[in-house]
């Protein structure tokens, strides 16, 4: 409980070290005029940002006097927000991902995530649906499960016509084409939101089909 714990709050001094598959990260925190060592899962903080954590302070017995956090307060500005969602932190939401979220909900991000949890199921329902679909039509998406789904193309100037034919079937995707990857992996990403429908979706899914069809694609 957050009550049980000690707060600390200051701004990000320095990195000492981080692991950068798991978040552990051992920082200084300016606190009060006082450099404190603090040691936790800080996936997404950087220098210079300001952190507020919760924890106990313990006596390590090579590295002396450190504050051990449990959790760290959540980010209350919109680019702060990003971060930490973009950071990987939770499941299945990337950098791409946490700007479509924080440019739609901003500064009220974590108060929907956390009280309106029927929105985070809506985006879920619709990814699957999605995900479904593409599958069922011989699209290659890999193994993803995010609501921003790899369309691999392969080729770079089909993945640029393949744009401007979805385009013109109302249907807005973003194409990524070296050098931003190698060529055989060029790909449009189809990204989804809570406010999609699975009508919507659907339809968006037919007019793929067609434009895929005709680029020989799909079947």
């Known amino acids: 409980m957050k009550?049980?714990?000690?707060?600390i709050k200051g701004y990000i001094e320095h990195i000492i070290y981080r692991n950068e598959a798991n978040g552990y990260t051992v920082l200084s925190l300016m606190t009060d005029g006082e450099e404190v060592t603090c040691v936790g899962m800080f996936r997404g903080a950087d220098e210079g940002e300001s952190l507020e954590v919760y924890g106990d302070f313990t006596e390590h017995a090579l590295y002396?006097?450190?504050f051990k956090a449990f959790r760290m307060a959540q980010p209350e500005?919109?680019?702060?927000?990003?971060?930490?969602?973009?950071?990987?932190?939770?499941?299945?939401?990337?950098?791409?991902?946490?700007?479509?979220?924080?440019?739609?909900?901003?500064?009220?991000?974590?108060r929907i995530m956390e009280q309106e949890p029927e929105r985070q199921q809506a985006l879920w329902d619709v990814t699957n649906y999605a995900l479904e679909g593409f599958r069922n039509m011989g699209c290659e998406i890999g193994n993803t499960s995010t609501p921003?789904?790899?369309?691999?193309?392969?080729d770079n100037l089909k993945t640029f016509t393949i744009t401007r034919d979805l385009l013109e079937e109302g249907i807005f995707?973003?194409?990524?084409?070296?050098?931003?990857?190698?060529?055989?992996?060029?790909?449009?990403?189809?990204s989804l939101m809570a406010t999609h429908t699975k009508d919507q979706v659907t339809t968006a899914l037919e007019k793929i089909h067609k434009v895929f069809k005709k680029h020989g694609l799909v079947d």
Do not use: C
């Open 3 to 7: 009550e049980d714990l000690e707060t």
């Open 64 to 66: 002396g006097r450190q």
């Open 77 to 110: 500005d919109v680019v702060s927000i990003e971060r930490y969602l973009g950071s990987g932190a939770i499941r299945g939401v990337g950098a791409a991902l946490a700007s479509r979220i924080v440019k739609k909900f901003g500064a009220d991000t974590f």
């Open 148 to 154: 921003i789904i790899p369309l691999f193309i392969r």
């Open 173 to 190: 995707v973003n194409p990524v084409v070296s050098p931003a990857v190698a060529p055989q992996d060029t790909l449009i990403r189809f």
